[in-house]
């Protein structure tokens, strides 16, 4: 087990209509004025919107509202946020909705508390220094965002999708109903479901040993997602499974199921590279597509990796464990209705080239892993996903 | 899934050597004086201490300290830290030490900030308004109070050990170097041991089923804790193996095992009765003995349970799962050398109806659980202890 330091801080209220709490906890915790942050207008439809004002007006909380925030958060809404803020003196960014609109929020939080331009965070030129305080509704059972110290924003003009870390940014509090989530699409849940998984195996499948704790709660998490996934496709409106989802979304990325190992978050790169160049693919179906490709290219390295895993979580011991493992994914995948090609999303082999570029930064540098990856090798990742 | 609100805020400092960092984590923080709270001089004797107060010379951090925490901390030494703390004004309390001495440091952190005698916390007749910040250097793994709400003291002239719960006294940080259990007792360690999975066992035997996440999440612990257990009986200084006790330590009482789930921690309420009665017995030796027992007498409450549990930690699907379940802990127990029938600890059935009587108000009260123990439950359960 490796030296670590963990935080997470973040307080969950979780269960049935704790979404009209929301002007009571503010209230709590002494705030005034906050900025009421969105997506698309999803909210309006399902009557979210209407509670969540109630209850902030009967506990005398101003808000400012900004929403339209869009899948791969832009930096532009961002900026467009930070004026808000600053303007109205707003002490607290409210979001409402899954990864895409914690993580703008979470953009305009620490840029208005570091008084910089956040995309010097995403390009690693400045470190924030401070933050506001981030409160989270959610409304998907996805990023994980909600408990965790990360933060992924685009810049589509440049077709550039980055993420960075800092524990500033670790949401004062979550507030989860299970039930906000039952008219979550098939498709987005399932994109929710395979994210949730991948951050868990991008933790799991590391170059640490002898992680008797961080391995078993990996696992039992994939154990749990597995089941509600079924469940939650075959009855979306499954409390238990939903429930079972939405808090596995929060303690697969809040860095729990990573404790003393090494995190390279390799599919992960890739799959930013992928959404970045094609906005139109979602981050969980990129997701599905890339790791089983990574996970054959990658087999020999993690031959115990995936044996312990086959276990507990197929409770089978296979002589061929890798590639039992790797096919039971592929074809959870499939059972989720999702891709596991790159050509069932369009994207043909004459665009490797592009997209390998990319992801080296034009042959100077390797995607980090336990094997990094150099053009070659993503080459070869993409071939294998075709 | 039940509602639930959680927070867990504690940061960890986790690894080898980070004890030497305690000066720069409390200057890092703004503390500049602060209470050393240790336990009966193990720490003079591992050069613990030596290491603490150079770091905190180096970093100008003043301290009073305040030494002889004994086990089941008592509350008059609860009051002399807090008449120590309003004279020095002393900002933070800095636990070295295990589960007493942190108790100890949350009574008398809570003590000062809410301006009350814990005692009336530890007896109902008030609650908790405000706490000083609790800082824990960690040396053995066992109670969890590290990351826990919970807090017990004992009046050990009165012969009584109760708790306490609020997410007031949750530590701000804790430092914990799996090292610095490496000469902790094979007895004291066994203690821990059984401590952990009883924090766990205790969470996972409730009236709550369908808990997909949290039922993983807890077996997957029992499973990393029994692993662990036996390899740091053979092996003292086994670092991965004393580092899983540790983080579990934490991690099996600071509700993330039982998220979503009723909690009654009947087994140690019995226990708190037990040592209160009898100072010389160990919390995880009472444990030890008492959960067979009460295991056996619940046990048709439990079948479903037992069964899941059975398939998990053991991999084995018997039609008895139940009496394999609790055959299994009751044998592990006396593999970690503890005792596991009350006659053990001489402790013999004339005693029976005064432990009954204190365990239920004198017949006023039930012992709360899934299944609430009346004193004739009680007497049965001490019987099947014998």
């Not at 919107?49 to 009967?58: A, D, G, P, R, W």
């Not at 609109?101 to 690693?124: E, Q, R, Y």
């Not at 470190?127 to 989270?136: A, N, Q, W």
């Not at 464990?321 to 989720?336: M, P, R």
Request: charged share 20%; net charge neutral; proline share 4%.
């Amino acid at each position: 087990m490796l030296d670590f330091t963990f935080v997470s801080p973040t307080k969950i209220y979780f269960g049935k209509n704790r979404e009209n709490e929301i002007g009571q906890i503010l209230k709590a915790y002494g705030y005034h004025k906050i900025l009421l942050h969105y997506g698309q207008g999803s909210i309006f439809k399902t009557g979210l919107y209407t509670k969540i004002i109630n209850s902030l007006k009967e506990n005398d909380i101003a808000y400012v509202e900004l929403g339209n925030v869009e899948p791969n958060p832009n930096i532009d809404l961002v900026r467009k946020g930070i004026k808000i803020v600053k303007k109205h003196q707003i002490e607290l960014i409210l979001a409402v909705g899954g990864g895409s609109v914690i993580d703008s929020s979470k953009a305009i939080a620490c840029g208005v508390g570091s008084n910089m331009d956040p995309w010097l965070f995403v390009t690693c030129q400045k470190v924030p220094t401070s933050s506001l305080p981030i409160g989270v509704i959610l409304t998907i059972s996805a990023a994980g965002s909600e408990l965790s110290n990360s933060c992924v924003i685009s810049d589509k003009a440049k077709h550039i999708k980055n993420g960075f870390n800092t524990d500033l940014i670790r949401p004062l509090f979550a507030i989860m109903n299970p039930e906000l989530t039952f008219s979550v699409s098939p498709y987005q849940t399932a994109c929710g479901i395979v994210d949730i998984l991948m951050h868990t195996l991008e933790r799991y499948f590391s170059d640490v040993d002898d992680l008797l704790f961080t391995d078993e709660i990996a696992l039992g998490l994939i154990k749990a997602v597995i089941k509600a996934g079924k469940r939650v496709i075959e009855d979306p409106n499954d409390y238990s499974a939903r429930a079972t989802l939405m808090i596995a979304s929060s303690f697969s990325h809040n860095g729990l199921t990573g404790l003393g190992s090494n995190m390279y978050f390799t599919v992960h790169k890739l799959e930013h590279v992928l959404s970045g160049l094609y906005d139109n693919v979602s981050h969980g179906a990129g997701l599905a597509i890339l790791f089983p490709a990574w996970a054959k290219y990658t087999k020999k390295l993690f031959e115990k990796k995936w044996q312990y895993l086959v276990k507990v979580v197929l409770d089978a011991t296979p002589s061929n464990a890798t590639d039992e493992g790797i096919s039971f994914f592929e074809n959870y995948f499939k059972f989720l209705k999702m891709p596991t090609t790159l050509k069932e999303i369009g994207i043909t082999s004459d665009r490797f080239v592009n997209f390998a570029m990319c992801a080296t930064q034009n042959q100077t540098k390797k995607v980090i892993g336990v094997m990094p990856l150099a053009y070659d090798d993503v080459i070869n990742i993409l071939t294998l996903a075709a």
